[in-house]
């Protein structure tokens, strides 16, 4: 399955909706020691097919455990969305047909989601949610270079105040802050299970997907072969977190094996719209 296809072209209107001014817009930082307790994240599963997602329509406020599921034909992600201000999805629609002349209005803030998954793999994230109106969206294109969303795959999701016993966020032992234009990784990463804690410390949004490399291969491999896409691809996507915003954060447990792998954020940037691996935030990284 080819990678690049998670590449937002810049002249589709979703690239111009995410490089818009704007985008940048403060994630609420909601404290997570309301969160405080003993039991474990609710999970959430999530059904991707093409184009539509299942999922539940209302869930309680907390950690939560995002389960992307795809049972589609193409690559998908979750990409979470909160609506400030009494938005709807209408609403959000409407923003993004007309992002190009307005850019990103203040009341969208982006949550991350788990990133890309193949057909018939699944992937995961767990966030804090709080209180409020979400939409799940997938901004993939297809190979004819519209992105899912436009093809109706969106559902919304309604947070309402929790009950009972609170949950915690999983403890990480691995720290990633997403920054222009980089990731700064808090301690080498070993094989094994992991609990990764991905935070965006900049001035605008950043996502972080990571493929492991085929034997021999590097990310300056990975990305000469999504120019072309020719032959089979140097490596294959093995997590991460789509866009979050200002502030945000996700939480992953991830199984490393032994490798080597690619870590690059394909967001458009603010300034220029380049994707941010155009500036640098791409980085390999070896897993013993």
């Known amino acids: 399955m080819k990678v690049s296809t998670i590449v937002i072209a810049a002249t589709s209107v979703v690239a111009a909706f995410i490089a818009a001014p704007g985008t940048a817009t403060s994630f609420a930082r909601e404290s997570e020691a309301s969160y405080l307790a003993s039991r474990d994240p609710q999970t959430v599963t999530v059904v991707a097919e093409d184009f539509a997602f ?35 999805v209408a609403d959000l629609m409407g923003a993004v047909k007309e992002a190009g002349e307005k850019g990103v209005p203040s009341w969208i ?33 297809s190979k004819d270079g519209v992105p899912h969303l436009m093809k109706g795959m969106m559902r919304p999701l309604t947070v309402t105040p929790a009950v009972g016993m609170p949950a915690a966020m999983p403890k990480a032992d691995v720290e990633i802050e997403l920054v222009d234009y980089g990731f700064d990784i808090s301690t080498p990463i070993t094989a094994g299970r992991h609990v990764v804690k991905v935070s965006v410390d900049a001035p605008q949004p950043h996502e972080l997907l990571m493929a492991r490399l085929a034997p021999g291969k590097t990310v300056d491999d990975l990305l000469a072969w999504m120019e072309k896409e020719e032959g089979p691809p140097p490596g294959t996507p093995a997590g991460g977190t789509s866009m979050i915003g200002v502030g945000g954060s996700n939480t992953l447990t991830m199984d490393f094996k032994p490798g080597e792998y690619a870590l690059l954020c394909f967001m458009a940037d603010n300034k220029d719209g380049k994707p941010h691996f155009m500036h640098g935030m791409m980085r390999q990284i070896t897993v013993k």
């Open 54 to 88: 299942t999922a539940p329509e209302k869930i309680q406020a907390g950690p939560t455990t995002i389960q992307l599921v795809n049972k589609g034909s193409e690559m998908h992600h979750v990409q979470l969305v909160r609506l400030e201000q009494g938005k709807t």
């Open 109 to 141: 803030t982006w949550i991350g989601g788990p990133n890309v998954s193949e057909p018939g793999q699944s992937s995961t994230a767990t966030i804090a949610l709080t209180p409020g109106n979400y939409v799940f969206v997938c901004l993939i294109p």
